[in-house]
């Protein structure tokens, strides 16, 4: 058949169109009825404001946070004197009675009080429209290129339309509510709050919610501004908009916390600043600017696995069909950027970093508290912010890294009669540092260390040795600490850590595995950062001196990697945490290359867990099997963490919510960011001092492109695959380090200039 002119650009053009409702796709959730709960609510944020949005008809409802609304009052956790009792504790585990030592431990060791405080909702929007109960052509997405959530639907034959951002340049949620009809718009508007202290005031176009946390020492000012061409009354204390075509809403909140020691704030002023500021913007320029800061961030990074059409369908139906059948690549892409969406929504630059649930909670009594647990899911929360290029949302942590130091050098003076500053498992809004809830799970010491390869993980990245310099005391620090905690084992002759946990199983033991791990990895971080910055050469000396003395890795009687000191893993356990694996993920002492015994070991471990567990369990061992360059295992836990979380025949704790969030269950942030990890780790890893192209890549995922993701020593990288073999590389160097690049079976060394891309063909040959 001849083809004409004319029909070849009409192909062309339906070619191009599928492209780009395929690349739309990619970047957006989508569903076709409102939300009935708040796990089907669309998140928002702009790292201090958080919102919710449900997407109704006849009435909209945006819950909202702001991320300082914490119950509580300033105050320090520590055990005064605990430190009396600590070697006591250590005789009662040497002697093998364990439940001595916690009891004695509950009693004279732990947080005063016991408890730490919750996390608190704000408050809520509501927009109650007249005369929309019959709609057609409803639609309700999320468009995470944007960041915006939207409605669309129409009734009577008039469209209406609905956007609502949270933006970081103006400090305001942006509610914009258009009518296709002249005077077509018609709605009540009102704020409201679960808190008990709370009082609402209207005047003009302005509505103002005043909350007092029960029980703390701080109090909220929200308050909202409409702008409209139509006509604003005050009726029963609700704002009523008539006969308009469109209207803006912002809304802007503030607290009295200064600091986790100063609550001196004046929320009114900074609210009413804030509004003065933007309603004198029109709409079109408030989200062009948010379109500029977000999107600074969000497109330095894309990823394609292709697309079979599933994209099409609404998320809900796509995260119901990947249990059925796990083959929707551009799920497991759209999923990557969520997590990158959610990451810049809840972490910028001068914001405090997000909890257990980012920065999203509508309970006065959350799960967990809503808090900071550092044993694992607030460090997860950070493991793909420098591989997926989002290096400045990585800030609140460093922030949050100084203030538990200055609350942690009391905890380590009082509870260990130390120096250096230490944090156990839980923190919250205060900095509590000392260990709380029980003494089974909640003495465990080693959370300094573990936040402090962030800031040796960030200076890998980046290179920037002014960061490093301006933060290594804080690694210092924590190590001084450990010099002064490790005490000798009677039985090994080992340095060992006591008391302590393996997270969160085995209560309170002397000498567990993890431990080991993270304090090894820091004192060689510490080593080597005071070699590049040349300063504390005799304390860096002793550190090299303590190391080998550290209680090293053991193998097991089942071939598996102990746990314990002791030989006493129950290889029937499917505990949640994997903990003892730490040196595999997110560290690196364990790998094929250096200790593949241990390796095998490890893997052993893994296979005894199994492939159940929570929403972050889950995502951890997604990163687990990336490391074991087993991407189809890796691939059948995301299969497990991509499905409906809410249908009962599963028999699976973990899962997917309709709005993407992970569920532990309850909702938990952290699934969300460990699972993009562990994505991005089957694509790259540079954790060996050389970049290792697609190292676990799964079959179902044999097409694929990605652009924009950064590789240790200063690195990034754009790279495609087909029918699983690599295509092309390009590395740009931003620090001109040496690079090393290996892809199967092949290696290449070359030094680089930075600003500078290096391009090579599947052979690693330059192109």
Known sequence: MKLNKKTIISCVSILLCIATISAQETHKLSYESPAEKWTEALPIGNGSLGAMVFGGVTEEHIQFNEETLWAGKPHDYAHKGAYKYLDTIRQLLTNGKQVDAQNLAMQEFMSTPLKQKAYQPFGDIYIAFKGHENYKNYTRELNIEEAISKVSYSVDGVDFKREVFSSYPSQVIAINLTSSKSKGLNFDLWLDALHEDKTVKTVGNTQTLK????????RGVATLNIQTNGTIETVNGKLQISNASKATIYLTAATNYIKYNDVSGNPENRTQNTLAHVASENYKKVKKLHLKDYQSLYNRFDIDFGDNGKSANTTDKRIFDFWKTPNDPQLIALYVQYARYLMIAS??????????QGIWNHKLTPPWFSSYTTNINLEMNYWPV??????????PLFDFIKDVSETGKNVAKEHYGAKGWNVHHNVDIWRGAAPVNHSNHGLWLSGSAWLCSHIWEHYLFTKDETFLKNNYALMKESALFYTDFLVEDPKTGYLISTPSTSPEIGGLVAGPTMDHQIIRALFKSVVEASSILKTDEAFAEKLT???PKIAPNQIGKHGQLQEWLEDKDNPESHHRHVSHLWSVYPGSEINYEDTPELMKAAKQSLEFRGDNGTGWSLAWKVNFWSRFKDGNRAYKLLNVLLSPAEIPERKIRGGSYPNLFDAHPPFQIDGNFGGASGILE????????????????????????VKGIVARGGFELAFSWKNSKLQYVEITSKKGEPCVLEYNGNTIEFDTKAGKTYKFDDSLNKK
Not at 212 to 218: I, S, T
Not at 389 to 394: A, P
């Open 211 to 218: 909350v007092q946390v029960k029980e703390g020492a701080l």
């Open 347 to 356: 972490s910028r630059p001068g914001t405090k970093p997000p909890t257990l």
């Open 386 to 395: 420098e591989i997926a290029n989002l290096s400045e949302c990585h800030e």
């Open 545 to 547: 001196t303590m190391i």
């Open 682 to 705: 089957m694509l790259l890893q540079s954790h060996l001092d050389k970049i290792q192209l697609l190292p676990a890549l799964p079959n179902a995922l044999a097409d694929g492109e």
